[in-house]
């Protein structure tokens, strides 16, 4: 198993490797080529050139959850990969927002979701799934299975529009990529919406009988209280696992408390970065 980060929001200039706030996951997997996300733009696909990745032979694509900085490159997947399915969870929409608030009673919501009309534009590309879906042999996407998810979208002030309402995210679109590799299983979910460790308790659960060897995926931390990111760390620590690779939305302060706690089991993801299991 190969893995290659197309998109991260820290940069690999020495590879002229240009990073945005976002993430991309290149991952070949017996014999099959597979993408997860497509950062915020067109720019996985310029890196993947760089190193060495044709995006028309990739097999298969993934959106780990329906916000820009994972979807908004989709267009350009499609217009380079004239075969590939890209697979989203079921609940995913173009309705995504995060909510602000002004003093106690102004509030607006900005959209942060899918680009408006992709879905419709390649809607014989894109296959929605739900449940426990093995899009290819030893490799699953798994949905939330945690209850009240809602109140986390509820604290990170993100939310749905359905029937011209906004109701609290409770990250129904967001799924995990799972890989049965002879180490043991590997997890992606690119910001782990729902909590890392309520993600990898999920995986344990799906598949009781496996080991979970590594979870890769930003962690959404960037603005969290200290002895908030120190408490799930030590959560972290408690769940049977070797290898954490994060980024992204985990945020450097984050991940340097991260690595206090858990030391050399936790690596900095980067663009360019490369990964074999």
């Known amino acids: 198993m190969k893995i290659k980060i197309l998109i991260d929001n820290i940069s690999c200039s020495e590879k002229q490797l ?5 993430l991309c996951v290149y991952t070949e997997f017996n014999g099959k080529r597979i993408l997860l996300d497509t950062g915020a733009s067109a720019q996985f696909a310029k890196n993947a050139t760089i190193m060495g990745i044709d995006i028309s032979q990739i097999d298969a694509g993934v959106l780990s959850h329906a916000h820009y900085d994972h979807a908004d490159g989709m267009q350009e997947f499609f217009d380079k990969n004239d075969h590939a399915k890209f697979y989203l969870r079921d609940a995913a929409r173009e309705n995504c927002y995060h909510t602000h ?50 109140e986390i979208g ?9 029937n011209g309402k906004y109701r609290p995210d409770s990250f129904d679109h967001e799924q995990s990529l799972v890989f049965d590799t002879p180490k043991g299983l590997f997890i992606m979910n690119s910001c782990s919406h729902g ?81 074999e299991v």
């Open 18 to 22: 240009k990073g945005e706030w976002g």
């Open 101 to 150: 608030k002004f003093l106690k009673f102004f509030t607006y919501q900005e959209y942060i979701g899918i680009h408006k009309g992709t879905l419709k534009k390649n809607a014989n590309r894109i296959v929605f799934v739900n449940g426990d879906c093995e899009i290819l042999p030893g490799v699953t996407l798994v949905g939330h299975k945690t209850p009240n998810l809602d």
């Open 154 to 162: 509820k604290r990170a002030h993100m939310s749905v529009k359905e």
């Open 195 to 275: 909590g890392a460790d309520n993600i990898i308790k999920e995986i344990e659960a799906t598949f009781p009988s496996k080991q979970i060897y590594a979870i890769l995926g930003g962690f959404h931390l960037f603005r969290t209280p200290d002895d908030r990111v120190k408490a799930f760390a030590e959560r972290l620590r408690e769940l049977n696992v070797q290898k954490i690779y994060t980024g992204h939305c985990t945020g450097q302060h984050a991940y340097e408390i991260l690595h206090d706690v858990l030391g050399d089991k936790v690596a900095q993801m980067h663009t360019g970065m490369e990964i």
